[in-house]
T-cell receptor
Framework: QQQVKQSPQSLIVQKGGISIINCAYE??????FPWYQQFPGKGPALLIA???DVSEKKEGRFTISFNKSAKQFSLHIMDSQPGDSATYFC???????????WGAGTKLIIKP | KAGVTQTPRYLIKTRGQQVTLSCSPI?????VSWYQQTPGQGLQFLFE???????NKGNFPGRFSGRQFSNSRSEMNVSTLELGDSALYLC????????????FGPGTRLTVL
């Protein structure tokens, strides 16, 4: 019940296309859902995060869509650029336990 | 503001040895978490320290231990190293116990031969 399942494992998108990464969770106590971006040789960095009181959050080209009833959330990257090539992790936590539960990661490659 | 720093960046050890990794959180941050990252297992939570106390612990054997000092700097120690301990060890700091955003350091790449 503590797992966060992330898909796909890897994704190749043409420059200018839309990249979509999905995550699903079981624990209904989760109330914080961040996405992290990791470049080779670097630690993960927070990209965007959402709480379950909203269904969508947009920051620039990055959008999180959240479906509370389906217990799913997804990251959309619009107008994908080669610089977006990285590994993306979804995660979840609840305020009673600040430990983040991580998805397995998605390696995204944007082809020029 | 300086980010999270980890030392050393790279480390090569042999089986049976022990290792100590260091993490300096962002100034003013009081919580430090440690993760092990491997290609097969992804990011796995080791433990979290807040105000020098271990607050959460992941599912790792007792060979993995840590501590936090009064200045919030943290160390983790792995004793009796095994080949499977080869990984990137990441440290993340957060402002307070109520803060969700974790800021990661670049990691320490440990190779066990």
């Amino acid at each position: 019940q503590q797992q966060v399942k992330q898909s796909p494992q890897s994704l190749i998108v043409q420059k200018g296309g839309i990249s979509i990464i999905n995550c699903a969770y079981e624990n209904t106590a989760f109330d914080y859902f961040p996405w992290y971006q990791q470049f080779p040789g670097k630690g993960p960095a927070l990209l965007i995060a959402i709480r379950p009181d909203v269904s969508e959050k947009k920051e620039g080209r990055f959008t999180i869509s959240f479906n509370k009833s389906a217990k799913q959330f997804s990251l959309h990257i619009m107008d994908s650029q080669p610089g977006d090539s990285a590994t993306y992790f979804c995660a979840a936590s609840n305020r009673g336990n600040y430990q983040l539960i991580w998805g397995a990661g998605t390696k995204l490659i944007i082809k020029p | 503001k300086a980010g999270v720093t980890q030392t050393p960046r790279y480390l090569i050890k042999t089986r049976g040895q022990q290792v100590t990794l260091s993490c300096s959180p962002i100034s003013g941050h009081r919580s430090v978490s440690w993760y092990q990252q491997t290609p097969g297992q992804g990011l796995q939570f080791l433990f979290e320290y807040f105000s020098e106390t271990q607050r959460n612990k992941g599912n790792f054997p007792g060979r993995f231990s840590g501590r936090q000092f009064s200045n919030s700097r943290s160390e983790m120690n792995v004793s009796t190293l095994e080949l499977g301990d080869s990984a990137l060890y990441l440290c993340a700091s957060t402002l307070t116990s109520g803060e969700d955003t974790q800021y990661f350091g670049p990691g320490t790449r440990l190779t066990v031969l």
